[in-house]
């Protein structure tokens, strides 16, 4: 559905993008994990025909980027980082004015503005201006707005950011309402591992301009080597305990009183492991995230220290009227 | 082919008529940008109008009925080149972002944008107009229809120049102060406030660049039945300068960039 192939983009001397190559299947959630500053936005960006690539190229539902933005455009859905709707218009209005920029003839465009504000649970207050809503509520009608027009993929750029935990789990139920019932490929880009490893079939780390890996969330993690159980002594370790007699062990790492050791499944093997074992003061057990992998990978955790603004920062900003 | 034509043509009228229709919508409900612009031009009608009105002037009529088609300009001139500013909140809200990602042209953008600056510098000029017939001018139809001819060619042209100087200036603060330069000498050397038939060479000169000019000159023509040249001499030069100024527009919308 789409190829990436070794996107370089330039700011004078900064590489935004650093040679950048992929694919995403048809029909599948693909995420872009990293931190702030990491060139996510930036490649949405160029995927979505707004910025032209320093070199490199890429298709999108078969159309050439750099050839036939129009054509990209027709088979795209965007929803931008900071919300792009008119607040002075109502949700409905909003909903309107785009149908009509993407030609859905007249027939149809009452029964599809319906259709989608249902779809993300604002009919009830589709005639509200739009300054009216809360934030959630402007990031689903964005949703809506992007799906107007049966997009074959769409891009969700950080869609849970500046939201509240309640809003970021609604937020979640309806991008998989989506998947089920649009039959579209999307593409998020977060910096919440846990939303990545909740929603993505397959992720890219993405940090400096690079993808580091890419694979499933619970292929990555195995990468890891397994999950991680932590067992500390009242004394010494027992030297006489050989951990490693286990197959369902893949390492083990001894250091003063602790025994690290990492195991499958923790939660079928856990009792086998410390069964007979004496002096125990503390067992911890933890199933690797994605963090940790990517602090294996990259060596830096996921919280960028990048400026970007958010969007209330923004909104607060700019918001005189 | 024709069934392509028809149906790409029926979609670039939609999308015309999508960035129009937000414009107005957007202009009808805030209430104070109408109340706001409306004020200046009355208070110069009246207060210039009647001030310099009381020093018997040797200009052929009144003196508020002298600059009454000067003050119509004036409210096209301000509304329509500041209605440019749009553009750069349309950018900071990443409005432009939504509409730059929909398969539309950049010419079409610009186009529909201008079209809906337009209108709201008709509903202005609508009200000036109203005022006018408490000063004790009549329109007839033909007047009415040179009037309403005039005013949308000059707030064409002149959206399309504040459209213009908004591409490529991303700070509000910025556009206000470059405009105000712009703004000023087209409103001031348009012979708004004075007749121009016996001015020095100089300042001559400069009225005659003036594309304001025209303007005020064809709209004295029709009303007072006043003017220094013949309104179809105006009316080609008006064209002349808003097929330029809309050229220019759309190149730099072609350029402007989206993120």
């Given at each position: 559905m789409i190829i990436v192939k070794n996107l370089v983009k330039k700011y004078a001397d900064f590489k935004a993008l650093n040679g950048l190559s992929f694919e995403v299947n048809e029909n599948e959630i693909f995420g872009l994990l990293g931190p702030n500053g990491a060139g996510k936005t930036t490649l949405i960006h160029i995927l979505a025909t707004l910025l032209k690539p320093t070199e490199g190229g890429a298709m999108v539902n078969g159309f050439d980027i750099l050839h036939n933005a129009i054509k990209v455009r027709q088979s795209i859905g965007v929803v931008f980082q900071a919300p792009s709707s008119d607040d002075i218009l109502t949700g409905y209005e909003n909903l309107k004015v785009h149908a009509l920029l993407y030609g859905i003839p007249r027939k149809i465009r009452e029964k599809r503005i319906s259709e989608v504000l249902q779809l993300v649970g604002l009919e009830d207050r589709k005639d509200d201006q739009v300054k009216k809503y809360s934030g959630g509520m402007r990031r689903r009608l964005e949703i809506a707005r992007g799906l107007l027009h049966h997009p074959k993929v769409f891009f969700l750029d950080?869609?849970?950011?500046?939201?509240?935990p309640k809003s970021r789990e609604s937020m979640w139920k309806y991008i998989k309402k989506i998947v089920r019932e649009e039959k579209v490929t999307i593409i998020l880009t977060t910096h919440y591992m846990e939303e990545a490893d909740m929603l993505c079939d397959r992720i890219g780390f993405i940090t400096n301009g690079k993808i580091i890996a890419l694979d499933s969330p619970s292929k990555l993690k195995q990468e890891i080597g397994g999950d991680i159980v932590k067992i500390t002594f009242?004394?010494?370790?027992?030297?006489?305990?050989?951990?490693?007699?286990?197959?369902?062990?893949h390492k083990v790492e001894r250091k003063e009183n602790t025994v690290t050791v990492y195991i499958d499944e923790v939660n079928s093997n856990l009792q086998m492991l410390v069964k007979d074992l004496n002096g125990v003061q503390t067992i911890e057990y933890n199933k690797p995230t994605l963090n940790d992998v990517f602090l294996k990978l990259?060596?830096?955790?996921?919280s960028g220290d990048s400026p970007e603004g958010g969007f209330m920062q923004r909104y607060a900003q700019y918001d005189k009227s | 082919m024709l069934n392509t034509i028809n149906l790409n043509s029926r979609i670039v009228l939609g999308q015309l008529y999508a960035l129009w229709l937000r414009e107005v919508k957007v202009f009808l409900r805030e209430r104070s940008r109408l109340v706001a612009s409306t004020f200046t031009p009355l208070l110069w009608l009246f207060v210039i109008g009647s001030g310099l009105g009381s020093t018997n002037l040797q200009i052929g009529t009144d003196y508020e009925k002298f600059i009454f088609p000067g003050i119509i300009c004036m409210s096209v001139i301000f509304t329509s080149v500041f209605f440019g500013s749009y553009i750069i909140w349309d950018r900071k809200f990443d409005f432009l972002k939504s509409v730059m990602v929909a398969p539309s042209s950049r010419t079409t953008v610009f186009i529909g944008k201008t079209l809906g600056g337009m209108t709201t510098s008709l509903f202005q000029v609508a009200i000036v107009l109203i005022v006018g017939i408490a000063l004790g001018i009549n329109y007839d139809a033909m007047t009415l229809l040179q009037i309403l001819s005039i005013v949308l060619i000059l707030s064409f042209s002149l959206t399309s120049l504040g459209l213009t100087f908004g591409s490529y200036i991303e700070s509000l603060e910025g556009f206000q102060l470059i405009v105000s330069f712009v703004v000023f000498p087209l409103f001031f050397l348009s012979g708004a406030l004075f007749?121009?038939?016996?001015?020095p060479a100089w300042l001559k000169i400069i009225t005659l660049i003036d594309p304001a000019t025209y303007s005020v000159d064809a709209l004295r023509n029709t009303i007072l039945h006043l003017g220094t040249y013949s309104f179809e001499h105006d009316l080609a030069i008006l064209l002349l300068f808003t097929l330029v100024i809309t050229l220019v527009g759309i190149f730099s919308f072609r350029r402007m960039k989206a993120v």
């Open positions: 950080e869609p849970t950011l500046g939201l509240d009242s004394g010494d370790v027992p030297l006489d305990r050989e951990f490693t007699k286990f197959d369902f062990v990259s060596g830096d955790s996921l | 007749p121009i038939d016996n001015l």
